[in-house]
């Protein structure tokens, strides 16, 4: 995306944003959760959402973006300035590190598979009768699920799965979206979002947490800081665009999840606008 038009513009304000040069800090730093990562997850798909909309005739019906996409889609929406999500990002990221560095640092956040949802109330009903703490962090399809846990309950939260049927995927660290993490989001409000300007969405923006449409400034900044501590529930989203007569999905940016779980490709057509396709060449048409 280094030659691409959209992405320099986009790389260049970063940059002056962030005081550093965002592509060699992302390339020098290893891991998917750090500030630089982070930065260059959103500039790159706001970046493709430029490019994708120049090849468009029609304007979007709504946009939404899941989890770590909530800030981009709040700046496409027109409610959040990119220098403002810039800061956002790299802030929330850095306040991240800090706090998960010292609390819960024996939780994680399980994803898994094949779990309907009666096999998870099963799974979820011996958690309770032993006494122990969880929290649903994701609701990404309707036997797809995000759990939020104790590490030294994961190995016994595998095996249980796979005796229900189900298929354990990934462990995240840092855990995500969770009641717990209050302070994390008061933090956050009071160290990072205090003083940003937000303005009323030009478009339906579609909230991550309930599939609600965002219509105000206040409604999006608290959409983003509640991303701390409630879960996505992407069936939600599903459903409103849906009721929204949302035939095709236009997917900008990386996503190997909620745009791939049966509940979205058995409703819309998914096109992924990605750094391949932004880079091929456009068709000439000879008139």
């Not at 800090?25 to 891991?31: M, S, V």
Request: charged share 20%; hydrophobic share 45%.
């Amino acid at each position: 995306m280094l030659t691409n038009s959209f992405a320099r513009r986009r790389i260049a304000e970063a940059d002056e944003v962030l005081g550093y040069p965002l592509v060699r800090r992302y390339r020098e730093t290893d891991g998917e959760y750090t500030e630089y990562a982070q930065v260059a997850f959103l500039v790159n798909c706001l970046a493709l959402a430029d490019w994708n909309a120049a090849q468009q005739d029609e304007a979007p019906v709504a946009v939404t973006g899941p989890s770590f996409g909530g800030k981009a889609a709040a700046v496409w929406a027109g409610s959040l300035a990119f220098a403002d999500a810039v800061r956002m990002t790299a802030g929330f990221a850095r306040l991240m590190t800090d706090y998960f560095s010292t609390h819960h640092t024996d939780v994680v956040t399980q994803s898994f598979a094949r779990t309907p949802p009666e096999r998870l109330r099963e799974v979820l009903a011996e958690l309770d009768e032993a006494g122990e703490w969880y929290d649903i962090s994701c609701y990404v399809d309707d036997d797809f699920t995000m759990l939020s846990l104790r590490e030294s309950r994961l190995g016994w939260l595998e095996r249980r799965l796979r005796a229900v049927g189900g298929l354990p995927l990934y462990t995240l660290r840092p855990p995500m979206h969770s009641s717990a993490f209050g302070e994390l989001r008061r933090r956050a409000e009071a160290e990072v979002v205090g003083g940003m300007a937000f303005a009323d969405p030009r478009i339906p923006l579609v909230a991550d947490l309930d599939g609600a449409v965002m219509t105000t400034a206040a409604q999006v900044r608290q959409l983003l800081l509640d991303g701390f501590v409630r879960p996505v529930r992407w069936p939600a989203v599903v459903a409103t665009l849906r009721g929204l007569s949302v035939g095709t999905l236009h997917v900008a940016g990386a996503d190997s999840l909620f745009t791939r779980v049966p509940i979205t490709t058995n409703t819309f057509a998914v096109a992924g606008v990605n750094p391949r396709t932004a880079m091929q060449p456009r068709r000439r048409v000879a008139v």
